[in-house]
């Protein structure tokens, strides 16, 4: 913006004025009682309350921890260890960093106990009144050196103000910048189910590959999950303020 500012000053020259001829002065006397003033009224001034500015309506983001009860999926035989115990371990951090965020973010999760929630489930659960949806998983290879962080994304037509392409990348980027991990991008997969059936942006996250023993061993570890769901929660946040400032 641009802002130009001009001064003027201008002169003017004022002529002497005669003074108007003095007028006599007459006083007026009357018998009747004078007028009694006014008595002030009890009654107080109406209070003037502004109009409180409208209170914006949180995001609702749904968290989903990947498999679950009877699903146990990915395992880890030689350490008795099981994808869905980690992926609910990284979901509850999330989901408590997030509590934080109140006033941005309405924040549920598909299950929060070791129960089985069907996938058909999930899927209507955040059909029914979410904004976006994240679901998080570790990942597996039959190559040991297999490493790294991926996204996964349907794009849906009904996809708005954002497509899942755009939350899976706003997400990648985030988780990578906090834990420095290895990108292997974010790819659409027209196979899930999660992805086929949700009419919301989604995003499934692999936060890392269990068959890899350098990598397992940072995702069993608070200090590197911490971060995990601290770069989940920025990318979250990111996406729930370009959501509020799209109502505007």
Not at 14 to 35: C, F, G, N, Q
Not at 90 to 101: E, K, M, V
Request: with cysteine.
């Amino acid at each position: 913006m641009f802002v130009s500012v001009f001064t003027l000053i201008a002169q003017s020259t004022y002529e002497d004025v005669p003074a108007p001829a003095a007028e006599a002065l007459v006083i007026h006397t009357s018998t009747d009682a004078p007028t009694p003033a006014p008595t002030p009224s009890n009654t107080p001034a109406p209070t003037v309350t502004p109009t409180p500015a409208p209170t914006p309506i949180p995001v609702r983001v749904l968290i989903d921890p990947g498999h679950g009860g009877d699903d146990y999926g990915a395992e880890v035989e030689s350490l008795n260890l099981n994808e869905k115990t980690l992926n609910m371990t990284i979901a509850l951090r999330l989901y408590d960093l997030l509590r934080q965020d109140r006033d941005r973010i309405f924040v549920n999760m598909t299950r929060f106990e070791e129960t089985t929630v069907p996938l058909s489930e999930r899927a209507a659960m955040a059909n029914s009144a979410y904004d976006f949806m994240v679901s998080i998983h570790c990942n597996t290879s039959y190559a040991s050196k297999a490493h790294g962080i991926a996204g996964y994304y349907q794009t849906h037509e009904t996809d708005k103000p954002f497509t899942s392409e755009e939350l899976a990348r706003v997400m990648e980027e985030c988780v990578l910048a906090s834990t420095g991990a290895h990108d292997r991008g974010i790819v659409e997969d027209h196979e899930l189910y999660l992805l086929n059936h949700t009419t919301i942006p989604t995003v499934i996250i692999e936060a890392g590959y269990l068959t890899n023993p350098d990598e397992l061993q940072l995702l069993l570890d608070d200090g590197y999950v911490s971060k995990l769901a601290e770069g989940l929660r920025q990318g979250i946040l990111e996406i729930a303020d370009y959501i509020t400032a799209s109502r505007k």
